[in-house]
């Protein structure tokens, strides 16, 4: 990314970096995900194979830009920016640093091996055309408006994601080298999109570049985000389909029962004193379950849970004990043997009223849903205070 002052930008320039952070590409649905923890290691070596295939190739985009100015020195400069991102040293090339993040980060072995889709494909190729275009204005502009000048901040965007989906921040060195803004020919492509700035039209033509490179990566980004929503859930339907009993898979069917007085496997809990709160939540493991997500809550006598919302939606069963679930507006007296159920997204909040610890089999959709939306459980609590 181009890092200059915009005290030290020309008024147009800065209008044109203005019209491109304002985009409605920073809003697409991948990074909404990313920055809602929804995608995890699995996720990102699916979209980071794909996006190989614009990264491997960025070199000749930058040669195409090269080839269309017309002016000597702009284009030995772009040239020496080409043997710089080249390298000497071929295993610190980006190139190499990116190969290494996909087979040693994300486990991606046999780069060679990679099905591209036909929504990548046609990324790159497009990358390709638009970078070869014989006018250097769009061009020039394609590359440094409409893809240089969002590096930084779109990096920025993937390596929270990458963070909250368990990767090290030590692993993401190609991200932070171009977060740092170091690049050279970021202010190349700089310098030839304003070297041409006397032409007529050329606020026009730069902005219409700008604005259809990041339509075109938001459209790419759209299309991955649907792809991993649809092989999240391929596989469930697969088995669905297959008519095949998972209770071989299991071994030991005695594993398939379980006592509300053995402990789970506590998935959360939180403390507030101010509010009232105090619960505890575990997870009880049976062997083979792909939808359903059985959960145990004890709440003491006296406290509460959190109100809160979630994608999934939950049916209690009240095991012991006796209070009140509040659903939205409406407050549900219940007692043990009574069952209730919680619509998807609605807020609820459950309450123990009487002198006895208060518990509750959650059973859950949590297995479709976290299918559908990532691992977004956490992201629907408040912070915990004390466990």
Known sequence: MVCLPLMHQDPPLETLHKIV?????????????????????????????QYYLYSRNFTRYLAAVMASCDNDRLRNRLAQNLWE????????????????????????HNLEAIQYTSSAQFFAQEYQRNAACPDPVWSSAWLSLGTEGIVSRMYQI????????????????????HIDCDDEHAATLAEIMCFYSDRPGWFEMCQQAAEQALSLRANFFEHLYEEILQ??????????????????QVGDLSQLKHSHSTSGN????????????????????????????????RIPAGKANERHRHAHETLFYILEGSGTVLIDEAAIEVTAGDAVFIPRWCIHQSRNTGTDEMVILAVTDFGLTSKLLGNYDQKTRMKVLST
Not at 22 to 28: G, K, T
Not at 97 to 107: E, K, M, N, P, Q
Not at 282 to 291: H, K
Request: glycine share 4%; hydrophobic share 40%; aromatic share 12%.
């Open 21 to 49: 952070q304002e985009h409605p590409f920073w809003n697409n649905s991948l990074f909404q995900a990313c920055r809602q923890g929804e995608l995890t290691k699995q996720d990102f070596a699916y979209i980071f194979s």
């Open 85 to 108: 991102e080249s390298g000497i040293d071929q295993s610190r090339t980006h190139a190499e640093i990116f190969r290494t993040f996909l087979t040693c980060s994300l486990g991606i």
């Open 158 to 177: 993937f390596v929270e994601g990458l963070c909250q989906a368990g990767i090290p921040d030590s692993e993401l060195e190609f991200f932070h080298i």
């Open 231 to 248: 092989s999240r859930s391929q596989a469930l339907f697969e088995v669905a389909k297959n008519r095949c009993s998972l209770a071989a």
């Open 266 to 297: 506590p998935i959360y809990s939180n403390i507030n004193e101010r509010l009232n709160i105090e619960f505890s939540v575990e997870r009880m493991l049976f062997p083979a379950t792909q939808v359903l997500d059985p959960r145990i809550v």
